[in-house]
């Protein structure tokens, strides 16, 4: 039975024989890849991050200090999730783990359906495999050349049994539940994203700003019921006060004096492997261009965050508060996006919000006529935000190249060329309904 061609297939060869060939060719190549990297990571699970979690969870389930831990950053509504991990791993520690990567994968999966249901027209038809020429599919344009260039964090996020792809999934389903008038659902969604880890709460600024009042609202209900019903009811008054004491010195000490490891590629983790003498000093390159103090570097990566707060407020100020409008979608991508960069900590992994804004550029480049040099500019910024992004990966330039790239903040870069990006492409956007 021959594969069915869908609408907007990539690529698109002068042949159908040789489109279907290419499209048979990609669905093999990227199955092979994910079931490779999860039965991989079976067999080296002492090496994922993830191998803390269900050793957290023994902490919790023994009653013993779970922030006595130096990698233990996370809010405390996670102990409970560390707790289930360490109980399933009890069980079976193998299956738990593919359990985990599974729900990393199909996590993808249903990120990239929520976002081309934002922005591509008939986006709800969208299905993995091909059924029709008249319908979208894995294959399609919009979906196979956003993951293309976000696949190498993903594969990351996969290779480290690390959890942002479902983070990412619950705060893309927030938003698609919001505008589509479902609000409790979405509250839940956005509240449990956020109690696992905290920077999803930015998102609540971008609420905000739309007047979602009603959003918040649930939102904030559910943050509560999560945070501190659920735990007082489960460790008792005193231990939560304590846990949430211990948590709150740890990320105080994360702002006050962020970790410049070449690996965190966030932005205030850049600022001082620039401008501070120290800040280089544990990385394979040392890259710094002032001996400021850490303190000074906190100061201004703050002055820096309010001025990029007070410019998204001015770009996305004309555009409309229904969030059912895709102009909306695309603001809401590029928060996800900004939520990353300003983080205390932001692995390479942490970086798969950029499929949003990916999603978003796509789609406005797409829609631009071609051959125009506006075109042409946005394409060139497109592919070098995607050199920055993939080719500092390991696979391709080696451990030690990645490595000095990495003390470059390359992957800062990519990120805020992206972001630049998706901001000049907003008002190509044609409004659009959900």
């Known amino acids: 039975m021959p594969v069915v061609i869908p609408r907007d297939s990539w690529p698109r060869l002068g042949s159908p024989t040789a489109t279907r060939v290419a499209i048979a060719t990609i669905y093999a190549l990227v199955l092979l890849v994910a079931l490779a990297e999860m039965a991989r990571s079976l067999t080296r699970a002492d090496r994922l991050d993830y191998t803390n979690y269900p050793i957290l969870g023994e902490v919790v389930l023994a009653g013993g200090d779970p922030y006595d831990n130096a990698y233990n950053s996370w809010p405390p509504f996670f102990l409970l999730v560390a707790a289930l991990l360490g109980l399933g791993s009890r069980i079976s520690s193998v299956a738990t783990l593919g359990v985990w990567q599974l729900a990393s994968v199909l996590a993808a999966w249903g990120s990239l359906k929520l976002l081309v249901r934002c922005f591509v027209a008939d986006g709800r038809t969208l299905t993995f495999w091909p059924r029709s020429p008249d319908r979208l599919a894995f294959v399609s344009a919009p979906v196979i050349v956003p993951l293309l260039f976000t696949a190498r964090l993903f594969l990351d996020n996969l290779q480290h049994g690390q959890i942002n792809a479902q983070l990412l999934f619950l705060s893309l389903l927030a938003f698609v539940l919001f505008r589509e008038g479902r609000p409790i659902g979405g509250a839940l969604a956005l509240a449990l994203a956020a109690s696992i880890k905290a920077a999803p709460i930015l998102l609540l600024g971008y609420l905000a700003y739309k007047r979602c009042w009603r959003e918040i609202g649930w939102t904030i209900g559910f943050l509560v019921v999560l945070n501190l019903v659920v735990p007082l009811a489960i460790f008792g008054a005193d231990e939560v006060a304590t846990q949430w004491k211990s948590w709150h010195a740890v990320v105080g000490g994360e702002l006050q004096k962020p970790i410049a490891h070449h690996p965190n590629q966030a932005l205030q983790s850049a600022l001082k492997r620039y401008l501070t003498a ?19 570097v906190a100061r201004v990566f703050w002055c820096l965050a309010g001025l990029a707060l007070a410019g998204l407020a001015w770009a996305f100020r004309r555009d409309p508060r229904d969030l059912s409008d895709r102009r909306c979608a695309g603001e809401y991508a590029i928060c996800l996006a900004a939520m ?61 190249w990645s490595g000095w790239l990495e003390s470059l903040s390359v992957i800062t870069l990519g990120a805020l060329l992206l972001v630049g990006l998706a901001i000049s492409a907003l008002p190509a956007l044609a409004p659009r309904r959900a």
Do not use: D, K, Y
């Not at 796509?362 to 497109?382: D, F, I, K, N, Y």
């Open 340 to 400: 990353t960069l300003v983080s205390p900590l932001a692995w390479t992994a942490h970086f798969v919000t950029l499929l949003a804004p990916a999603v978003l550029v796509w789609t406005a480049l797409r829609e631009l006529p071609s051959g125009t040099a506006a075109r042409r500019r946005r394409m060139g910024v497109w592919w070098a935000a995607f050199v920055c992004v993939t080719f500092s990966a390991q696979g391709f330039v080696g451990w030690a």
């Open 278 to 296: 120290e800040g280089g000093s544990t990385n394979p390159l040392q890259v710094s261009i002032a001996a400021w103090s850490t303190a000074t």
